[in-house]
């Protein structure tokens, strides 16, 4: 079982940056999709964006131009840089990972975005 392990989350103003990482115990960027979702208080959770084996992106339309996904296959770790940040940004984060034969998650972490 791969661990998935999230930091960087916290509270920021609107309009401010964050950059969450999520390391992962083994080397698995080269067979999994890594994808990070977010979990709002009384709603479901939902897929915020992902990157394929292949490098390709999906973001979902809330986020697109203001959050970037990225990672670094030296250091085992998937990133997601979320700039213009808003209240509606306030959630869990969760890092995941998705293999054809398995998929795992982080524990999550809390981004805040209020003045």
Same mark, same amino acid.
């Given at each position: *079982?791969? *661990?998935?392990?999230?930091?960087? $989350?916290?509270? &920021? @103003?609107?309009?401010?940056?964050l950059?969450?990482?999520?390391?992962?115990s083994? %080397? !698995?960027?080269?067979i999994? /999709?890594?994808?990070? +979702?977010?979990q709002?208080?009384?709603? @479901? %959770?939902?897929? &915020?964006?992902s !990157?394929?084996?292949?490098?390709?992106t =999906?973001?979902? $339309?809330?986020v697109?131009? %203001?959050? /970037? !996904?990225?990672?670094?296959?030296?250091?085992?770790? &998937? =990133?997601? *840089?979320?700039?213009?940040?808003?209240?509606e940004? #306030?959630a869990? +984060?969760?890092c995941? +990972?998705? /293999?054809?034969?398995? @998929?795992?998650?982080?524990q999550? #972490? *809390? &981004? /805040?975005?209020?003045?």
């Amino acid at each position: *079982q791969v *661990q998935l392990v999230e930091s960087g $989350g916290g509270l &920021v @103003q609107p309009g401010g940056s964050l950059r969450l990482s999520c390391a992962a115990s083994a %080397r !698995i960027f080269s067979i999994a /999709t890594m994808g990070w +979702y977010r979990q709002a208080p009384g709603k @479901q %959770r939902e897929l &915020v964006a992902s !990157i394929t084996n292949g490098g390709n992106t =999906y973001y979902v $339309g809330s986020v697109k131009g %203001r959050f /970037t !996904i990225s990672r670094d296959l030296d250091k085992n770790t &998937v =990133y997601l *840089q979320m700039n213009s940040l808003k209240p509606e940004d #306030t959630a869990v +984060y969760y890092c995941n +990972y998705r /293999t054809d034969f398995s @998929q795992g998650w982080g524990q999550g #972490t *809390q &981004v /805040t975005v209020s003045s």
